[in-house]
């Protein structure tokens, strides 16, 4: 969520954009925990419309960020994504096994 806030926020909008995405986690598993209670009984019964609910809330939430989701804004939030969006994509390479050996070992 960082990096979401950091590519589409002000520096001014960054904490504010980083608690308010981060908030989200908390409220699906409260949702999560709430939804069961209401829609199931003691018996089961209930138990395929709770699946139903489930799956279209993961369905509007997944085809909404396929669909409307952009990957960076139309105009640069902040001077330091306008000098990211000049450079170019990163040429950073993945971290490999001999990275890894090479930092644990490292005194």
């Known amino acids: 969520s960082a990096k979401i806030a950091a590519t589409w926020f002000s520096i001014e909008g960054r904490d504010l954009a980083t608690v308010i995405a981060s908030m989200f986690n908390p409220l699906g598993t409260g949702v999560g925990q709430v939804l069961p209670a209401v829609l199931v009984s003691d ?59 090479a930092l644990a070992s490292n005194p």
């Open 43 to 101: 018996s089961g019964d209930g138990m395929m419309t709770l699946l139903i609910v489930q799956f279209a809330i993961s369905t509007v939430i997944l085809l909404g960020t396929f669909f409307f989701f952009k990957e960076e804004p139309p105009t640069p939030p902040s001077y330091t994504q306008t000098t990211r969006r000049e450079a170019g994509p990163s040429t950073a390479t993945p971290c490999s096994a001999e990275d890894l050996y």
